[in-house]
């Protein structure tokens, strides 16, 4: 088996999608946290009709670091969701505490790797809150990513989460907006596919069985290789 369809049936990605299927099948994951989010409020809001218990709930949480340079966008995102509850907590406070020992310790740091301090810091709030609700951490990852990182939860690319988002009257602004994990304080806003070096477009159509150029394809599997310890099980004894 060539390694372009080993992965394609790795990550179970669909050639093509039907939308209003998918939108019923949120285990298939989401392209981001609008489309994971308003999934899980849909999914949230099944569970209390069938099971007949208002218990069940979707907490959204803002995690900025200091005001974010797309908070209008967040805030209609918030909208969009209409989660049960909100929870917002600054990690920046976090985040500069945890350099400032670093450099009294003689370590310095540079923007990339406190972009990597942020991402950690957002991670253990998510389940330091989870744990004090009895819920679980959903991921926000698509296809496109997980080629290049780890706990990941989708088998939808970039394209297809748009169409999703798009099917669910997401405001475009929002499912056409530049991908990026604002990581970097020295760039702002850094679109996600200039550090990743290639199109997420170009990607999506590889996922999907689609004829690329040599050289993306060859680009693509480097990076799946390059990252293939992160999707390895680690068993101990």
């Given amino acids: ?18 939308p209003k299927i998918e939108i019923n099948n949120p285990i298939s994951g989401g ?10 409020q849909i999914t949230i809001e099944q569970l209390r009709k069938e099971k007949k218990d208002q218990s069940y709930q979707f907490i959204a949480l803002r995690l900025p670091y200091g005001i974010q340079k797309d908070e209008e966008d967040c805030k209609k995102v918030i909208d969009f969701i209409n989660p049960d509850k909100i929870f ?26 406190k972009g990597n ?18 819920g679980i951490v959903v991921g926000t990852g698509n296809a496109a990513e997980i080629i290049t990182d780890i706990n990941l939860i989708s088998q939808l690319n970039k394209r297809q989460g748009r169409l999703l988002l798009k099917e669910l009257n997401c405001p475009e602004n929002l499912y056409l907006k530049t991908p990026t994990a604002d990581l970097e304080d020295n760039n702002p806003q850094k679109p996600d596919e200039f550090a990743l070096g290639i ?17 993306d394809k060859k ?19």
């Fill in 1 to 18: 088996m060539i390694l372009q369809k080993k992965i394609i049936k790795l990550l179970n990605v669909k050639s093509k999608i039907v």
């Fill in 31 to 40: 392209q981001d946290s609008t489309l994971t989010g308003k999934l899980c």
């Fill in 88 to 113: 917002t907590i600054n990690i920046k406070k976090s985040v500069l505490s945890s350099e400032l020992s670093l450099n009294i310790a003689g370590i310095k740091i540079s923007d990339h790797v």
């Fill in 117 to 134: 301090e942020k991402a950690r810091e957002r991670m253990k709030v998510q389940y330091s809150v989870a744990s004090m609700q009895n």
């Fill in 199 to 215: 199109q997420y477009n170009i990607i999506d159509s590889y996922l999907e069985g689609k004829k690329i150029s040599k050289l």
């Fill in 219 to 237: 680009f693509i599997e480097k990076l799946y290789l390059n990252t293939q310890h992160k999707r390895n099980t680690i068993n101990i004894g």
